[in-house]
């Protein structure tokens, strides 16, 4: 059976970092998607940044360089390092996982974590 489990959110003032981690379990080799993902209050989940088998990460937007992503096939995990947090960045924070790997849309993600709040203050 298939587990994700963030960890890494808490509350920070504008400027602060946040280091987030997803440790993945349950999947018998390296090939699936792994993804990060937001909802802010009032909004609806967005997409982060997708992790391919191959470590291979892309991202819609470059987060001003705020962001850093990082897979670990080793250690089954997908982490995203954030820095000069913004209130803007509040949101909760979720892992997702599924998918071969190669080939990953949204479609893919039928794993997810439970979350994990971040809250930036001003």
């Known amino acids: 059976q298939v587990h994700l489990e963030e960890s890494g959110g808490g509350s920070v003032q504008t400027g602060g970092s946040l280091s987030l981690s997803c440790v993945a379990s349950?999947?018998?080799?390296?090939?699936?998607?792994m993804g990060w993902f937001r909802q802010r209050p009032g909004q609806e989940r967005e997409w982060i940044a997708t992790a391919y088998y191959d470590d291979n990460v892309i991202s819609p937007y470059s987060y001003n360089g705020r962001f850093t992503f990082s897979r670990d096939n080793a250690k089954h995990t997908f982490n995203l390092q954030m820095s000069g947090l913004e209130p803007g960045d509040t949101a909760i924070y979720y892992c997702a996982a599924g998918g071969n790997g190669a080939v990953c849309p949204r479609a893919v993600y039928i794993h997810w974590g439970q979350g994990t709040q971040v809250t930036v203050s001003s």
């Open positions: 349950g999947f018998t080799s390296e090939d699936y998607c």
